[in-house]
């Protein structure tokens, strides 16, 4: 019975700790863009078929991240990366 209560004891002292590691650290990454592809097939009158992806022609495609980290005393760090 000892040991049923111990291994209780330690379940519940591992479940709160993750709980409060949790709550005290809070981070997030936001993965973001646009694509603008389309892919492009073409035959000639020879009977050349030509496939292909391409730029779209409205919008640049583009990809990005967002982060921030809660470093503590009420602290936010925040970051961005976009590519050109």
Do not use: H
Request: charge should be positive.
């Amino acid at each position: 019975m000892k040991l049923n209560q111990t291994a209780v004891a330690a379940t519940l002292m591992c479940a709160c700790a993750g709980a409060f590691a949790q709550a005290a650290a809070t981070s997030s990454v936001t993965l973001y863009g646009t694509i603008d592809q389309y892919l492009n097939y073409m035959s000639s009158s020879s009977g050349a078929k030509i496939k292909s992806v391409s730029d779209g022609a409205f919008l640049r495609s583009r990809i990005g991240l967002k982060g921030t980290e809660d470093i503590g005393g009420g602290m936010a760090s925040s970051s961005s990366w976009k590519a050109p």
